[in-house]
């Protein structure tokens, strides 16, 4: 029998029997259908929007689909989060002269985006 105040590290019982869901939602979604859309992709040779040397349509057809999900009037699908955020801020207008006010904690993109816009990013400091 197990000592109640041993640690698993140490042969006690482990607090959890089953790892952690996976931190990232798009892996935890991924299937054969999209191995499928990306091996055709793959296939035919056709990774970008418009060039190639068939009718390359995937880009296309999705952000049909986005644009139907969420009932909105446009979509333009990116290749990171990064050239997602970049494409909102110049949508929003973000330029010369705005300041752009980001949490303290993020990734290099919510400083870099509004400074290659040519506006400034500040990171307010708490109160102490």
């Not at 590290?9 to 859309?37: I, N």
């Not at 057809?61 to 986005?66: I, T």
């Amino acid at each position: 029998m197990d000592e109640p105040n041993k640690l698993a590290l140490d042969g006690g019982t482990p607090v959890r029997s089953k790892p952690l869901p996976a931190p990232y939602l798009g892996t935890q979604v991924m299937g054969e259908e999209e191995l499928s859309l990306l091996t055709e992709v793959v296939n035919h040779r056709l990774p970008f929007r418009d060039c190639g040397a068939g009718t390359p349509h995937m880009v296309n057809d999705f952000e049909a689909e986005a644009r139907c999900y969420f009932n909105m009037p446009y979509a333009l699908a990116t290749a990171t989060g990064s050239g997602s955020f970049y494409c909102a801020m110049a949508g929003l207008g973000v330029g010369p002269g705005d300041e752009v006010i980001i949490p303290s904690f993020g990734w290099y993109t919510d400083f870099e985006a509004p400074v290659l816009l040519g506006a400034s990013s500040s990171v307010p400091i708490a109160d102490q």
